[in-house]
């Protein structure tokens, strides 16, 4: 069974699906990675050549592919991934979905530091209003989708890590 990681950009999605692999010693697939070596260029030049159109229909293609190839691996999920539910409906076709969260300030403080800028979804809002407003569209989609919530706020990946095994051990969903 596969494990798929969403949640909202700075959640922590990429360094926890990295940690998640290691230890379950599992193959990781990291969607928006898998996306760039697609194209050939990062993220922010797929949508500032194409728009953010054209990037999810190339997302919906990779996740396609990915949940079709996927087999006891570690999915990790761009953002705004939920905003297609038949993505939604393939990746659940072999795993459970993990949904990871955190209190609002912590994601600006987190996204303030991300070096990898993504150009904005919304260009009519300020910085945070727009994260602020399409956290908020996400969130229905989010926890529709999700077979276990945590939360990142305050804690070390590791505990994360801790906590989502745990969870799929208790669920005989991974070996104990």
Request: charged share 35%; hydrophobic share 40%.
């Given at each position: 069974?596969?494990?798929?990681?969403?949640?909202?950009?700075?959640?922590?999605?990429s360094?926890?699906?990295?940690?998640?692999?290691?230890?379950?010693?599992?193959?990781?697939?990291?969607?928006?990675?898998?996306?760039?070596?697609?194209?050939?260029?990062?993220?922010?030049?797929?949508?500032?050549?194409?728009?953010?159109?054209?990037?999810?229909?190339?997302?919906?293609?990779?996740?396609?592919?990915?949940?079709?190839?996927?087999?006891?691996?570690i999915?990790?999920?761009?953002?705004?991934?939920?905003?297609?539910?038949?993505?939604?409906k393939?990746?659940?076709?072999?795993?459970?979905?993990?949904?990871l969260?955190?209190?609002?300030?912590?994601?600006?403080?987190?996204?303030s530091?991300?070096?990898?800028?993504?150009?904005?979804?919304?260009?009519?809002?300020?910085?945070?209003?727009?994260?602020?407003?399409?956290?908020?569209?996400?969130e229905?989609?989010?926890?529709?989708?999700?077979?276990?919530?945590?939360?990142?706020?305050g804690?070390?990946?590791?505990?994360?890590v801790?906590?989502?095994?745990?969870?799929?051990?208790k669920?005989?969903?991974?070996?104990?």
């Open positions: 069974m596969n494990i798929i990681l969403l949640g909202y950009r700075g959640t922590g999605k360094v926890i699906s990295k940690l998640l692999s290691k230890q379950l010693k599992r193959g990781l697939y990291s969607l928006d990675a898998i996306i760039e070596e697609a194209v050939g260029i990062p993220i922010p030049e797929i949508v500032s050549m194409w728009g953010w159109a054209r990037f999810r229909e190339i997302e919906a293609k990779i996740v396609e592919q990915v949940a079709d190839e996927a087999k006891d691996a999915i990790d999920c761009g953002g705004g991934v939920v905003l297609n539910d038949r993505n939604i393939k990746l659940k076709e072999t795993g459970k979905a993990v949904l969260t955190a209190e609002f300030e912590t994601l600006l403080s987190r996204l530091r991300d070096r990898n800028k993504r150009p904005p979804l919304r260009e009519d809002l300020s910085w945070e209003d727009e994260h602020r407003k399409v956290l908020a569209e996400r229905d989609k989010y926890n529709a989708a999700a077979d276990l919530v945590c939360d990142t706020t804690k070390r990946p590791d505990e994360t801790y906590e989502i095994i745990e969870y799929f051990k669920h005989s969903w991974v070996e104990a």
